[in-house]
C-alpha cells in the first residue's frame, strides 16, 4: 500500500540536487520549488553548499529527519544512501529515477531486491527505480516537464512507461484535458500499475475523488488484482481506460488444440478488461480522446445528431458512428421544417444538421435548443466548427460553452481549425472545457465507449459437480491428455451433456457396441490428437460390414491405439474451449464448431469464472448470432443450454486449476438438447 510519505510528505529530500536544471536532480528540485511545495526542502550534493537557494548537504548523514526521498545519483550508491534513511532519518518514502537495475541486468536485478528489503523492513513506499517519478495535489516531484494543470477532479494517471507518459502528457494538455495524479511506477520494484490502481480503489471517496483512470500498462504481473480494483472502481462510478502494450502475437507459441491456437496471452488481456469494464485502447490519441470522453455527459443511447457547417467531417464523422454500432438517425417533421426555416437557405436539419460555412452563433443555439427540446430521439450532439480563417469564431464557442453546461443531453465539440483559429480554442479550453480536433478519432472512441460492458456484478452459482468423482479422476490422472474415459467420466461428473459412446480396442467388441448404439454410427481413431488430419474419423457408418472395414481401415494409421465409436448425430456444430494463461487463470471460448473455428475464427472470450449473464452476452455477441438463432428455415440451438454448458464448464475450471486446454468440438446442437460429441482435455500438474 501507498504511505502517506510517498503521498503526502512534509519534507522532501532531493538526493543528488543540482543547479544545473538539466539534470534530473536538477531538474526535480526546480520543479518542486516552482510548483510551491509547502513543507521542508531539503538538498545533498557532495559538491555543492547551495542549490537553487536552498542549503546544501554534502552527505546524506548531516541532514534532519525526512519523510520523502527523491533519489537521481549513479544506481551504485543508492543502497547505501538507502540504508542512512532508513536506519538513521526515518524515511519511508522513496522514489529512485536512477537507472541500471533489474531492467539492466542480473547484478542489478540482486540490487533492487535489496533495495526493496530494506525499504519493505520500515514500513516504507519505493515508487521506482528507473522512472520520472509522481505528481499529485500536494507536490511535483517528477524531473520532466511539461507539469500538468492540476485538478482534483481531473485524471488519475499510472504509467509503466516515464517517457510515454510525457508524451501522453504533453498531448492531453493541448486539448484541455487535467489531471489529479501522475504514477510513474518504473521497474514496478515494490509499487506496480496494480498497487496504485488498488491504493485508488481503497481510498475512493465519490465527493473528492476523480472518477477518471487511465492507464498505460507493459506488463500485466498481476491480473487478478488488477481485475478486482479495477472493477470495484468502475462499479463505484469511475471510468477506466488503458493502453496494454506488446499486443502483437508474432512470438505466439505452437499450440496443439483450437483453443490454444486461438487464445494467447494479449486475448487473455481482452478478456480481463472485457470482464473490468475497461476500455482498452491501442495509442496515446485514441487514450486521450477516450479520457476526454469520459469528462463529459455519459452517452445513454445510440442516437447521435452532428451539428456542423463543414460537410466533410460530419460525412467522415457519420461512417465512424455507424460502422461503430451507433446511429446518425434522419430528422423529420414538422419541428426540422420550423428549424430549417430559421436557418440560412441551403441549409440541412436531416442530420447531419449542416447550417453551412456561414452559420453564426445564434444558429447554433438555436440548432441545439431544438436537439435539447423538440428532438427525442436523439440522445447526443456532436458539434463541427472550426473555421477558414476569415473572422473569429469567439461567441460560437461561448455559445458551446454555455449549451454544454446547461443541457441535458451530451454535447461534444469537435473544433479541427486548431491553427486558424488557435485563440479562440485556447479560449474555449479556458473555460474548463475539452476538445476533439479529430472527428473520427472522436467517433471511434465514443463507439468503443458505448460498447464496453460494465462488470457483471451477478455470482456465478454453487458448482453442481460430483466434486469426489473429478478429483479422483485429477489425481490419478498423469501430465497430458486424458485417455477418452477419463474425459468421459470427468465430463459426466461435471454434469456436462455427451454422447454415447464406447472405446473399443477389438474388432468383436466394436461389433457388439455397435449393435447396443445402433447404427448409422461413426467411428474416431484413440491415439493422435488431431483425428481429421490422419484420416481418423469415418462417418455413416450403417452396416456391420461397413463397421469392420473401418475398423480395419483405422487401426491401419501409425499411433492408432483403438477406436471410438457414436452415435451419428445431426445438429449445428458448436465449440467451448478452455485455456490456462498463467496468472490471468482460465479463459473459456465459445463459438460455433468444426469447419467455423477453423476457418471463420468467430469466437468469443472470458475469463473463468464466468455467470449466466456473461455466457449468454458470449454467445449472443457473436457475428454467427444469426445462425445460432436459426436462418432460413434451418433450426436454431437452444441457447440457453448452451449457455448452461458454458458455465458448467467454467465450474469445473474453478474446481479443476489442474487444466491446461479443454476442447469440446464439436457439441451437436438443436432446439431441444446440446451433447458433446468429442472432447480433449490436457492436464498439466505442478509437482513440488
Do not use: W
Not at 478486482?228 to 508474432?250: D, E, N, R
Not at 421544417?337 to 441551403?346: D, M, P, S
Not at 478429483?471 to 456436462?496: F, M
Request: net charge neutral; charged share 20%; aromatic share 6%.
Amino acid at each position: 500500500m501507498l504511505n502517506k510519505e510517498l503521498l503526502n510528505p512534509k519534507s522532501i529530500v532531493v538526493i543528488g540536487a543540482s543547479n544545473n536544471i538539466h539534470t534530473p536532480g536538477g531538474s526535480v528540485l526546480k520543479n518542486l520549488i516552482a510548483h510551491k511545495f509547502k513543507g521542508e526542502l531539503y538538498a545533498v550534493n557532495p559538491k555543492e553548499t547551495e542549490v537553487q537557494g536552498l542549503k546544501c548537504y554534502q552527505n546524506v548523514v548531516e541532514i534532519p529527519q525526512v519523510d520523502l526521498a527523491i533519489i537521481a545519483i549513479a544506481a551504485k550508491f543508492t543502497l547505501e544512501t538507502v540504508q542512512i534513511l532508513t536506519q538513521q532519518k526515518n524515511t519511508k518514502g522513496f522514489i529512485i529515477f536512477s537507472a541500471g537495475f533489474g531492467e539492466k541486468n542480473a547484478a542489478g536485478k540482486k540490487l533492487e531486491e535489496q533495495l526493496v528489503k530494506e525499504i519493505k523492513a520500515v514500513g516504507g513506499t519505493l515508487l521506482g527505480p528507473n522512472n520520472i517519478g509522481l505528481i499529485n495535489q500536494h507536490y511535483a516531484g517528477v524531473f520532466t516537464s511539461p507539469i500538468p494543470k492540476l485538478n482534483p477532479k481531473g485524471v488519475d494517471f499510472i504509467s509503466g512507461s516515464g517517457a510515454t507518459a510525457v508524451f501522453i502528457m504533453e498531448a492531453a494538455i493541448a486539448t484541455g484535458l487535467t489531471f489529479s495524479s501522475v504514477y510513474s511506477v518504473g521497474n514496478s520494484a515494490q509499487i506496480g500499475v496494480e498497487e496504485v490502481l488498488e491504493h485508488l480503489d481503497k481510498t475512493f471517496k465519490k465527493s473528492k475523488s476523480s472518477a477518471v483512470k487511465l492507464l498505460y500498462i507493459e506488463s500485466i504481473e498481476n491480473p487478478q488484482k488488477l481485475l478486482k480494483h479495477a472493477a470495484s472502481l468502475i462499479s463505484k462510478g469511475c471510468k477506466i481506460a488503458a493502453i496494454k502494450a506488446g499486443s502483437s502475437s508474432a512470438g505466439s507459441r505452437a499450440a496443439s488444440s483450437h483453443t490454444g491456437a486461438l487464445a494467447n496471452s494479449d486475448v487473455a488481456v481482452d478478456a480481463l478488461f472485457k470482464k473490468a469494464g475497461i476500455v482498452r485502447c491501442y495509442g496515446r490519441n485514441e487514450l486521450i480522446t477516450v479520457a476526454g470522453i469520459f469528462m463529459h455527459q455519459e452517452l445513454k443511447g445510440k442516437n447521435i445528431v452532428i451539428i456542423t457547417h463543414a460537410g466533410g467531417p460530419a460525412v467522415m464523422l457519420t461512417d465512424a458512428l455507424s460502422k461503430n454500432g451507433l446511429n446518425v438517425p434522419k430528422i423529420t417533421g414538422q419541428e426540422s421544417e420550423a428549424l430549417l426555416n430559421k436557418l440560412f437557405l441551403g441549409s440541412s436539419v436531416s442530420n447531419p444538421i449542416d447550417f453551412l460555412a456561414t452559420g453564426n452563433a445564434e444558429q447554433l443555439e438555436t440548432i441545439i435548443d431544438y436537439c435539447e427540446h423538440k428532438f427525442p430521439e436523439i440522445d447526443a450532439m456532436v458539434v463541427i466548427f472550426g473555421s477558414p480563417g476569415l473572422f473569429e469564431v469567439y461567441d460560437v464557442y461561448d455559445v458551446l460553452d454555455k449549451k454544454m453546461h446547461t443541457c441535458k443531453k451530451p454535447i461534444f465539440p469537435v473544433l479541427p481549425s486548431v491553427v486558424n483559429v488557435e485563440k479562440e480554442i485556447d479560449y474555449f479550453i479556458s473555460k474548463g472545457n475539452i476538445n476533439f480536433s479529430d472527428e473520427v478519432l472522436f467517433g471511434n472512441a465514443l463507439a468503443k465507449i458505448y460498447n464496453t460492458t460494465k462488470p457483471i456484478s451477478e455470482k456465478t452459482t454453487n458448482p453442481d459437480l460430483d466434486l469426489t468423482a473429478i478429483r479422483t479422476i485429477i489425481d490419478t490422472a498423469k501430465n497430458g491428455y486424458l485417455a477418452p474415459q477419463q474425459v468421459k467420466e470427468l465430463l459426466l461428473a461435471a454434469r456436462i451433456p455427451l454422447v454415447n459412446e464406447a472405446v473399443c480396442s477389438t474388432k468383436r467388441t466394436c461389433l457388439a457396441e455397435a449393435l447396443k448404439l445402433g447404427f448409422p454410427v461413426v467411428m474416431k481413431i484413440v491415439g493422435p490428437i488431431h483425428k481429421s488430419d490422419v484420416g481418423g474419423i469415418i462417418l455413416n457408418i450403417n452396416s456391420t460390414e461397413k463397421l469392420a472395414d473401418s475398423y480395419d481401415e483405422i487401426m491401419k494409421i501409425a499411433g492408432a491405439k483403438a477406436v471410438l465409436i457414436q452415435p451419428m448425430k445431426k445438429g449445428m456444430e458448436l465449440f467451448i474451449g478452455a485455456k490456462k494463461e498463467g496468472d490471468f487463470g482460465h479463459m473459456i471460448l465459445c463459438g460455433l464448431g468444426g469447419i467455423y473455428i477453423e476457418v471463420l475464427k468467430d469466437i468469443n472470450v472470458s475469463l473463468a469464472p464466468v455467470s449466466k449473464v456473461e455466457a449468454t452476452e458470449m454467445i449472443q455477441n457473436l457475428k454467427s448470432y444469426k445462425i445460432i438463432q436459426g436462418n432460413r428455415n434451418q433450426e436454431g440451438v437452444n441457447e440457453n443450454l448452451f449457455a448452461e454448458i458454458v458455465v458448467k464448464i467454467s465450474d469445473l475450471l474453478m474446481a479443476v486449476p489442474e487444466i491446461a486446454e479443454l476442447d469440446l468440438n464439436p457439441l451437436f446442437g438443436n432446439s431441444k438438447e446440446i451433447f458433446a460429441v468429442d472432447a480433449r482435455i490436457r492436464v498439466e500438474k505442478e509437482y513440488t
